[in-house]
């Protein structure tokens, strides 16, 4: 099962910081293909970032450059560090991990909810202007 700890806060300024905790247990991460995504209101959950086996990571265009995805074997959790965040960035985000090949090659398809068998709760983010 995934476990989705979320430290710094749900409630961030633009332009903050906040970092996302997505603790698994009962497998490890790194024999997995980990996605964030996201869901605002009244839109379709999308891919956020993706951190394969290998650790080579993957990033939707909306994130790139500011969001971070980083994997910790000890703790057997996977972060997602969030900077200079825009009020575009409100949502609830989900961890997700999968073994679908498309997900450990980091093909376009690792941003497809589908391609997920296990889900973490999900931590509401919201981003004031």
């Known amino acids: 099962q995934l476990q989705l700890v979320k430290s710094g806060g749900g409630l961030e300024q633009s332009g903050g910081s906040l970092r996302l905790s997505c603790a698994a247990s009962?497998?490890?991460?790194?024999?997995?293909?980990i996605g964030w995504f996201r869901q605002a209101p009244g839109k379709e959950r999308e891919g956020v970032s993706c951190?394969?086996?290998?650790?080579?990571?993957a990033y939707a265009d909306s994130v790139k450059d500011r969001f971070t995805i980083s994997r910790d074997h000890a703790n057997n959790t996977v972060y997602l560090q969030m900077n200079t965040l825009k009020p575009e960035d409100t949502a609830v985000y989900y961890c997700?991990?999968?073994?679908?090949?498309?997900?450990?090659?980091?093909?376009?398809?690792?941003?497809?909810?589908?391609?997920?068998?296990?889900w973490g709760q999900g931590t509401q983010v919201t981003v004031s202007s």
């Open positions: 997700a991990a999968s073994r679908d090949i498309s997900v450990l090659r980091l093909f376009r398809s690792w941003a497809q909810a589908q391609k997920y068998e296990s």
């Open positions: 951190i394969n086996d290998v650790g080579r990571t």
């Open positions: 009962g497998f490890t991460v790194r024999n997995y293909g």
